[in-house]
């Protein structure tokens, strides 16, 4: 052990470093990992008789609490009617996966996959997102068609200085439809399911835009980017809708070492945006006509058009040639939606406690997905190839948008979903109490009654105030010599009477939704 | 590398090793394991242009498919609708802790811990069960009184020899009553939920044991069973629902040094079962009566037994001395749910394929808990006790009942909820089967139509019939010029003419469950 004075001296520093974050109101996540520093100072100094646990969670991780819970079935039940309305069948895969399924997906994000410690036995890793699961799982079980969904949590070990308003356990809500099909038909289908849930949950005003990952690297061939820089041009790309033109140019030339003229050539394709006569007007374009793989993405574009216009969603999709999504494992069409509405923009608690301007700009994007034809081959031992198409939804930004939402709104989010309380007035009715709620519960009534043997009338009226429960059954020795209940609407106050034979037919009635 | 032509030979037995288990029928997860040692070794011979990963999930882990899923769906939805109905609320937490949240609490079963790789940063551990991080949140948030279910799954590296029917990743499903109350009420709706649960899910009959930590101790203490040695005496007598009692006897006195007379005193005691009357008889019993504990619990269970009679489900159960759960978090009553029907018995795939006589009769369990007044106050750092009472429902043995009930009766599980598929006999109608499906998709309606430009008939009417969906809305020509759709019922193959004005309306009518 140190010497006891010093490790004082530290825990004196260490308490005004809490203090100041305390006062200027840093991050939770920030004071929580400055308290835990503090405490293990103070463990330090010897056994006191305390409890020296840190009582917090794990570094980029958080509880759920019940309000939060309440709203989260909420998005997950209009997400999930949407995929069921589209005949999507669901699966679930182990939350860990051997190291190796995970190998050589992720590029230089591999970086960030959580591995589990060798206690002998198999190498295992958390996973990363549920598309290489599902990739395993078709080839695996030599699946060749499907349209399955699933939502699940996701682990990242994401730098640090990267965590405001992003977590390290997240869930992921996927929709996904394998098989060899005719051309954009499926794909037209995720844009739909897009466009569906968006507009159910309201966020607000929304717009997609997709792009193909065979125009892109048919714009930079004939551009002149050379082949090995088709990977890094588009990284860079992919940063316009966090910087401007200028910049992006100035990286393309100065870091990455591309000509200015190429750059520019780039810059006069990347600031176009419409819709199925854009497709058209560059398929006639003299330069990208060149380029084979181009045309067969335009026609696609221009096909998937003409889907979406039968699905009546064409007036929030935008064909966006600016638009080049990260991952490796795209083969064809690529789309991403973002939120429109400044006011809605989705920045969480942390991103407010003092995120810079420039990530709390990028945080629209709340949906995304493509086309990946060549994942399942990746795992079959032959290579035999499963085309697939899917989306992503943002689960978390959503969730923090509908938390704020409630939160502006003083939304009162009920937790649970009791409709009546059963109470009394006077004392030693708990036994006529207990008697009552259980014939609710098995009338399948949602009932509650405290667990006091002589609960105070007010509390227990407090209690449906506080939960939003809209019924109370009271019992007193009156009513029980009479047959009945006396009936207690909370938000009127109003009472009435009821036969204890209809007593059960009457909280129905009234608490059905209409 | 080794020597090629050694791993050939090495090849060519382990091929003999996977054929003869093959032929015997052994476990999947025993196969699986032998042919992922076979694919290593082909492995070694280099790279042959074919891939060679291995395609398993981490050992004790499996994929749900979603034949399983709808299953699981459903049984979940009977278990949630009863936590509800009882009014909790739900929370969540990480799949991962710190490492010390969880040091301390589950005593030898330490070991079983799944601990995460030292990446930098804090030590991480995968949760073990609910009840700790429940335990830690409460702490945490200084909650003192809360009545929620968690639903989720935990993580335990249980023994290759033990894991027959067990895996590693499995659910466990909680439901919890924190905060200080009168004694037995939160104890006794418990119960309640587990009775109105095993009814709901038709499992067969069953049976809730329920006994008392403190009638144990004070048992072990009047029969003249040293204090220290009440534990592991606790954890012999646990095994009386595997073992005859000569041969729980025999461990007591050969194995863990009891006297024979000691011995005999338990023994009569254990083997007591009854309900109300038996807790009074212990009252008077000269022995027992001399232990406040043993006097204390056996008035909470006569306390219990009266608030179960007014909850009507005493028929189930039976105040059981012999019943003692392993847990040391346990500081009162404790319960323990069996299935009573041999042949419902929940012996799952990998239990088939090998597991012991012994171990396959200890699998009627479904459902335990207890009270525990001391876990909360080992995280708060003044020791403050929050008094839980909980039970947790084995899932995992339900899913097995449920899933083998389905394919005894060959009873179809239906794993979408589509209503009907839009559907054509004719060429090029591709735009109007999109058309359609998305007006119906708009409606609220669930519905598919087949990804291709034009598909057969027959094929269209097969899908339906292999997943169950109920109606085809038939476009045709004709149809199109009258302004209707033909409506066909798969089961019956008749067929109707609707306009198209009415389609949605006929569609609702005819899907609407009764």
Same mark, same amino acid.
């Given at each position: 052990?140190?010497?006891?004075?010093?490790?004082?001296?530290?825990?004196?520093?260490?308490?005004?470093?809490?203090?100041?974050?305390?006062?200027?109101?840093?991050?939770?996540?920030?004071?929580?990992?400055?308290?835990?520093?503090?405490?293990?100072?103070?463990?330090?100094?010897?056994?006191?008789?305390?409890?020296?646990?840190?009582?917090?969670?794990?570094?980029?991780?958080?509880?759920?609490?019940?309000?939060?819970?309440?709203?989260?079935?909420?998005?997950?039940?209009?997400?999930?009617?949407?995929?069921?309305?589209?005949?999507?069948?669901?699966?679930?895969?182990?939350?860990?996966?051997?190291?190796?399924?995970?190998?050589?997906?992720?590029?230089?994000?591999?970086?960030?996959?959580?591995?589990?410690?060798?206690?002998?036995?198999?190498?295992?890793?958390?996973?990363?997102?549920?598309?290489?699961?599902?990739?395993?799982?078709?080839?695996?079980?030599? *699946?060749?068609?499907?349209?399955?969904?699933?939502?699940?949590?996701?682990?990242?070990?994401?730098?640090?200085?990267?965590?405001?308003?992003?977590?390290?356990?997240?869930?992921?809500?996927?929709?996904?439809?394998?098989?060899?099909?005719?051309?954009?038909?499926?794909?037209?289908?995720?844009?739909?399911?897009?466009?569906?849930?968006?507009?159910?949950?309201?966020?607000?005003?929304?717009?997609?835009?997709?792009?193909?990952?065979?125009?892109?690297?048919?714009?930079?061939?004939?551009?002149?980017?050379?082949?090995?820089?088709?990977?890094?041009?588009?990284?860079?790309?992919?940063?316009?809708?966090?910087?401007?033109?200028?910049?992006?140019?100035?990286?393309?030339?100065?870091?990455?070492?591309?000509?200015?003229?190429?750059?520019?050539?780039?810059?006069?394709?990347?600031?176009?945006?419409?819709?199925?006569?854009?497709?058209?007007?560059?398929?006639?374009?003299?330069?990208?006509?060149?380029?084979?793989?181009?045309?067969?993405?335009?026609?696609?574009?221009?096909?998937?058009?003409?889907?979406?216009?039968?699905?009546?969603?064409?007036?929030?999709?935008?064909?966006?040639?600016?638009?080049?999504?990260?991952?490796?494992?795209?083969?064809?069409? *690529?789309?991403?939606?973002?939120?429109?509405?400044?006011?809605?923009?989705?920045?969480?608690?942390?991103?407010?406690?003092?995120?810079?301007?420039?990530?709390?700009?990028?945080?629209?994007?709340?949906?995304?997905?493509?086309?990946?034809?060549?994942?399942?081959?990746?795992?079959?031992?032959?290579?035999?190839?499963?085309?697939?198409?899917?989306?992503?939804?943002?689960?978390?930004?959503?969730?923090?948008?509908?938390?704020?939402?409630?939160?502006?709104?003083?939304?009162?989010?009920?937790?649970?979903?009791?409709?009546?309380?059963?109470?009394?007035?006077?004392?030693?009715?708990?036994?006529?109490?207990?008697?009552?709620?259980?014939?609710?519960?098995?009338?399948?009534?949602?009932?509650?009654?405290?667990?006091?043997?002589?609960?105070?009338?007010?509390?227990?009226?407090?209690?449906?105030?506080?939960?939003?429960?809209?019924?109370?059954?009271?019992?007193?020795?009156?009513?029980?010599?009479?047959?009945?209940?006396?009936?207690?609407?909370?938000?009127?106050?109003?009472?009435?009477?009821?036969?204890?034979?209809?007593?059960?037919?009457?909280?129905?009635?009234?608490?059905?939704?209409?």
């Amino acid at each position: 052990m140190e010497d006891k004075a010093q490790v004082q001296e530290a825990i004196k520093v260490q308490g005004e470093v809490v203090r100041r974050l305390k006062s200027e109101k840093a991050s939770k996540e920030q004071i929580d990992e400055e308290v835990a520093k503090l405490l293990a100072l103070k463990a330090q100094l010897g056994d006191d008789g305390k409890h020296q646990f840190v009582l917090k969670t794990a570094k980029g991780t958080r509880d759920y609490n019940p309000k939060q819970m309440a709203i989260r079935e909420k998005v997950f039940n209009t997400i999930i009617s949407c995929f069921k309305r589209h005949g999507a069948e669901t699966i679930d895969t182990p939350v860990f996966e051997l190291k190796e399924t995970l190998t050589g997906k992720y590029g230089e994000d591999s970086k960030l996959i959580y591995d589990l410690k060798d206690q002998g036995g198999e190498l295992l890793s958390l996973r990363y997102d549920l598309t290489v699961p599902f990739a395993r799982y078709l080839a695996m079980n030599k *699946i060749t068609n499907i349209k399955r969904y699933h939502i699940a949590k996701v682990y990242r070990r994401d730098n640090p200085a990267m965590t405001r308003g992003r977590y390290r356990e997240f869930y992921q809500c996927d929709f996904d439809i394998a098989g060899q099909y005719d051309a954009m038909i499926p794909d037209a289908e995720c844009l739909k399911i897009v466009y569906e849930i968006l507009s159910e949950l309201e966020l607000g005003d929304f717009r997609i835009k997709v792009n193909d990952r065979r125009i892109l690297d048919g714009m930079f061939a004939v551009c002149g980017v050379p082949d090995d820089k088709f990977r890094t041009i588009c990284s860079t790309v992919d940063k316009l809708d966090k910087m401007p033109w200028e910049d992006v140019k100035k990286e393309m030339v100065n870091e990455k070492g591309l000509s200015e003229e190429a750059a520019d050539l780039i810059g006069g394709y990347v600031s176009m945006q419409g819709g199925m006569d854009l497709a058209e007007r560059l398929l006639q374009d003299q330069k990208l006509s060149q380029s084979k793989q181009a045309c067969a993405g335009l026609s696609d574009i221009k096909l998937l058009f003409s889907y979406l216009q039968l699905f009546q969603v064409t007036d929030k999709v935008v064909f966006d040639l600016s638009l080049a999504r990260g991952l490796d494992y795209y083969t064809g069409i *690529i789309y991403e939606a973002v939120l429109t509405q400044a006011g809605m923009a989705p920045v969480t608690n942390e991103a407010q406690n003092g995120a810079n301007a420039e990530e709390s700009v990028s945080v629209g994007s709340v949906a995304g997905g493509g086309r990946y034809d060549g994942l399942v081959g990746m795992f079959d031992p032959k290579g035999r190839k499963v085309p697939c198409v899917g989306v992503s939804i943002g689960i978390e930004r959503v969730f923090s948008i509908m938390e704020q939402k409630a939160e502006a709104l003083a939304e009162k989010v009920r937790t649970t979903e009791v409709q009546v309380m059963v109470a009394s007035a006077q004392k030693n009715l708990l036994e006529e109490r207990l008697r009552l709620v259980s014939e609710l519960w098995n009338a399948g009534i949602k009932a509650e009654v405290m667990y006091k043997k002589n609960p105070k009338l007010l509390s227990q009226l407090q209690h449906c105030e506080e939960s939003g429960i809209p019924l109370v059954a009271i019992l007193g020795e009156q009513e029980l010599k009479d047959g009945v209940v006396k009936l207690r609407v909370v938000a009127t106050r109003e009472e009435v009477d009821i036969s204890r034979a209809e007593l059960i037919a009457e909280i129905k009635k009234r608490t059905s939704v209409a």
